[in-house]
C-alpha cells in the first residue's frame, strides 16, 4: 500500500510543480515593474510546494518558536539542519516569505529549476572559487527585508544525524552583519530517507524557530558556526525527546 499512496503523492507533487510554475509565469509578467525581488511569484512556489505535507494528514506537524518568525528590514539568513527530501516542502509551510540558496543543479532542472528561477530563488556553484560571489546575490534581498535559507551541511544526512556546517552562511553574516536564525527540524528522515522514492506515511514532523544570533557577538567565523550548530544539536535532542514520548 505504501508503494502506492507514495506514487500517487510524488504525481500530486509533480502535477503541483507544473501548476505552480505557469502560474508563477502569469505572477511575474504582472508584478516585476514593482517586484524587483521576485516575492509574488515565490509565495506561488511557496504555496505549492507545501503540498505534499497538506495531502498527506497521517504526517502531524508540529511548531514552536514561531514568535521568533518575523520579517523585517533587514532580513536574517536563516539556517536549518537537513534530514530528508521532505524538509524544504516542511520548512514551506512556516508563515513567512523568503529565498532559498540552492546549488546551480537544480535551476537546470526541467520546471523545477525554471520555477526556482522565477521565485527569485539564488544559485551557488558549489566547490568553486566563484561559490563566494555567489552569496553576494543574497546581500540586496536581505537588507530590503527578504530573508534566505541555507543549509549549512550542504547536503542532506544519509544517516538522520547532523553533519559538520560549512561555512559560508557564517561568512555572509560575519560580513554584513546580518543575523543567524537557526530553524531545526526533527522527524522528517524516517518518512522519506535517502536513495529511495518510497514514503512512510504516518510520522511526527517538528519544527523549531530559535531566536536571532547576531554576528556582533562573536570574534570569528568559526565561533559564530560553532556557537548555531551548538543551538541546533541541543533543539534537536530536545525534539527527539518530545518524538519518543509521541510513540
Not at 524587483?36 to 503540498?51: H, L
Not at 554584513?176 to 514514503?199: A, H, L, S, Y
Request: charged fraction near 20%; glycine fraction near 6%.
Amino acid at each position: 500500500m505504501n508503494y502506492i499512496l507514495s506514487a500517487l503523492l510524488w504525481t500530486a507533487y509533480g502535477l503541483s510543480f507544473v501548476i505552480s510554475f505557469f502560474v508563477a509565469l502569469i505572477v511575474r509578467i504582472f508584478t516585476f515593474p514593482f517586484d524587483p525581488y521576485n516575492r509574488f511569484p515565490n509565495a506561488v512556489m511557496i504555496f505549492f510546494g507545501k503540498s505534499i505535507l497538506v495531502l498527506n494528514p497521517m504526517w502531524k506537524r508540529h511548531y514552536s518558536g514561531l514568535e521568533h518568525l518575523k520579517d523585517e528590514a533587514p532580513g536574517f539568513i536563516r539556517v536549518a539542519n537537513h534530514q530528508s527530501f521532505l524538509d524544504m516542502p516542511f520548512i514551506a509551510t512556516l508563515p513567512t516569505n523568503m529565498k532559498w540558496v540552492s546549488k546551480k543543479e537544480l535551476f537546470r532542472i526541467p520546471i523545477v529549476g525554471w520555477l526556482m528561477y522565477l521565485a527569485g530563488h539564488i544559485s551557488v556553484d558549489r566547490g568553486s572559487r566563484e561559490a563566494a560571489k555567489s552569496l553576494l546575490k543574497m546581500n540586496a534581498p536581505i537588507e530590503d527585508g527578504m530573508s534566505v535559507m541555507m543549509f549549512p551541511e550542504g547536503t542532506r544526512s544519509r544517516d538522520g544525524n547532523i553533519k559538520p556546517f560549512k561555512k559560508g552562511a557564517f561568512h555572509a553574516s560575519m560580513d554584513n552583519g546580518f543575523r543567524i536564525q537557526p530553524i531545526v527540524i526533527e522527524g522528517t528522515f524516517p518518512c522519506i530517507k535517502p536513495d529511495t522514492w518510497v514514503m512512510n506515511l504516518r510520522g511526527n514532523l517538528y519544527v523549531s524557530v530559535l531566536e536571532p544570533v547576531d554576528p556582533a557577538a562573536f570574534d570569528s567565523v568559526n565561533s559564530l558556526k560553532d556557537h548555531v550548530y551548538t543551538l541546533i544539536s541541543e533543539e534537536r535532542e530536545r525534539l527527539k525527546q518530545l518524538a519518543q514520548h509521541k510513540r
